[in-house]
């Protein structure tokens, strides 16, 4: 079990300058991390191209309605957020209850960097290196029942600390769901921490979920509860507007928004003058994700 | 006097361009320029059609027609500034790529309305010279209502842009509609009082 210390963590700038250094090398980055690292990191063929994104952006561009509806609102409005202590409830259809603070979890699972594109349903994405663990490791400890079909993840509801939630803009607490075959998904991840470091407040500290291949909203910040369930739980953005946001929610350029294209998105932090870039299929993270929808309209199960 | 004031007020209707040129300037356009760019130009053109719309109810209320002289040109600004908001979409954003923006345009109803309001906009600024007046009389006045329809237009552009309750697109919309409110109240005080 290897805890990261904070001596162990890399700056950002020396971070980036020996991923400078190997690219100089002639090596790209992703065939520097395969080595002595976990497939995931590396499975996908567009991790080739994965460069990560700047921290500023990472870290200043946020959609978290919770602290408001601005891009800039969760990094100026949650600097003070508390995330110690934070206790995180495993429940529902499952054979052990778990109830777990965040400090154990951080212990009991080896966070490992994990550089996932995350493609906003707004059409723009970017690469973020995270910090953070298969979510079926932790599932396995609560051991489901097999009336656990699907998963519910339920956000932290504390408007005094969290001024979007004093407004309607959703329904409170934020809630996501996935099936329970995509929740015990190796590339499903809790995240923990990004470019190494702790989890920033604005990007859903202290845990956060991360489901690569789904539109960025899936992907629920501030967790408190976990629960396993039996039918197919509706979601915050499901209950706003079910005709806009379906429950799989799958990256795909061929399926609309109804008030957006989703055949192409902007990549955060190239500039002015750069190109839109096309969209993939399941963000792509096709080759490991696509057996899960075999034979489903996706059109339909949008 | 008054030809300078005018001219002072052009200068500051080039404003949210001289925001745009600093903060290129000062690399400050933040993770997603060409969005910032398009909705700065966008929330500006809803500002000059607020602006367009207040010179009646202000000429009303302080019995002054001063204000009449800025309509045309606060006017034109909306059709500048729609036209900036729409050049960054088409050729920055989309790098003139027709195939996806003409499917925008069809199926996509904010993109819709927004464009259809540009396309209002065309007459009005090909008819707002002195001689078209002439030229159009009574006619121009009813052609010249239409901005109404685009101010409308406008403001539903932003609402169905928004993916949830946003306070921003709101309040414009209840500044325009206030402002064609107004105006209801003007006309039937005309037919009372002939």
Redesign the interface.
């Known amino acids: 079990m290897k805890k990261i210390s904070f001596s162990e963590i890399t700056p950002e700038k020396i971070y980036l300058k020996r991923r400078d250094f190997i690219k100089k090398l002639g090596l790209s980055t992703s065939s520097f991390l395969m080595i002595g690292q976990n497939f995931l990191n590396n499975a996908n063929a567009s991790t080739n191209k994965l460069e990560p994104t700047e921290y500023r952006?990472i870290s200043?561009?946020n959609n978290y309605?919770e602290f408001g509806?601005r891009?800039s609102d969760p990094v100026e409005k949650s600097q003070n957020f508390k995330t110690e202590p934070w206790n995180i409830k495993i429940d529902g259809e499952v054979e052990n209850k778990i109830n777990i603070s965040a400090l154990e979890i951080n212990n009991m699972f080896e966070s490992e960097e994990r550089i996932y594109r995350l493609r906003c349903v707004?059409g723009?994405s970017m690469v973020i290196p995270w910090m953070g663990f298969s979510l079926s490791k932790l599932l396995e400890k609560a051991k489901p029942n097999n009336k656990a079909k699907f998963v519910e993840f339920i956000s932290v509801y504390d408007p005094v600390q969290m001024p979007g939630q004093k407004y309607?803009?959703?329904q409170w607490p934020y809630k996501e769901g996935l099936r329970i075959d995509e929740a015990m998904h190796p590339l499903t991840t809790l995240v923990t921490g990004l470019y190494g470091k702790k989890l920033p407040n604005q990007n859903g500290a202290p845990l956060r979920l991360i489901v690569p291949w789904k539109y960025g909203f899936k992907s629920a910040k501030a967790i408190v509860n976990i629960k396993l369930v039996e039918k197919m739980p509706t979601s915050s953005w499901m209950r706003?507007?079910p005709r806009e946001y379906g429950f799989y929610s799958n990256v795909n350029p061929n399926v609309?928004h109804?008030?957006?294209?989703q055949?192409?998105e902007?990549v955060?932090?190239s500039?002015?003058l750069s190109?839109?870039i096309p969209t993939q299929m399941f963000n792509g993270y096709g080759d490991e994700v696509a057996n899960l929808y075999s034979g489903m309209d996706l059109k339909k199960y949008f | 006097m008054i030809k300078y004031f005018k001219a002072f007020i052009f200068f500051l209707c080039l404003w949210p361009i001289g925001i745009i040129i600093s903060n290129?300037y000062y690399n400050d356009?933040?993770?997603?320029?060409?969005?910032k760019?398009m909705n700065h130009f966008g929330e500006w053109t809803l500002i000059f059609i607020c602006l367009t719309l207040s010179m009646s109810p202000l000429k009303r209320i302080t019995n002054l027609s001063f204000w009449i002289k800025f309509r045309r040109m606060l006017g034109l600004f909306v059709f500048f500034y729609a036209t900036i908001h729409l050049l960054t979409y088409v050729g920055?954003?989309?790098?003139f790529d027709w195939e996806?923006i003409i499917?925008?345009v069809l199926?996509?109803?904010?993109i819709f309305i927004g464009f259809s309001a540009w396309l209002l906009l065309i007459p009005l600024a090909a008819t707002s010279s002195q001689k078209m007046i002439r030229i159009l009389k009574h006619n121009w006045k009813n052609l010249h209502r239409l901005v109404y329809v685009i101010a409308i237009f406008g403001s539903l552009h932003y609402i169905?842009?928004s993916?949830?309750?946003?306070f921003k697109p709101l309040i414009y919309t209840v500044i325009i509609v206030v402002l064609l409110a107004l105006r209801i109240k003007i006309k039937k005080r005309d037919i009372n009082y002939g």
């Open positions: 952006y200043t561009y309605y509806t891009k707004e723009w309607p803009i959703l706003s507007s609309d109804p008030r957006w294209s055949a192409s902007r955060i932090g500039g002015i190109e839109r | 290129i356009l933040g993770a997603e320029p060409v969005k760019i920055l954003d989309y790098r996806p499917n925008d199926k996509k109803k904010y169905w842009l993916k949830t309750i946003f």
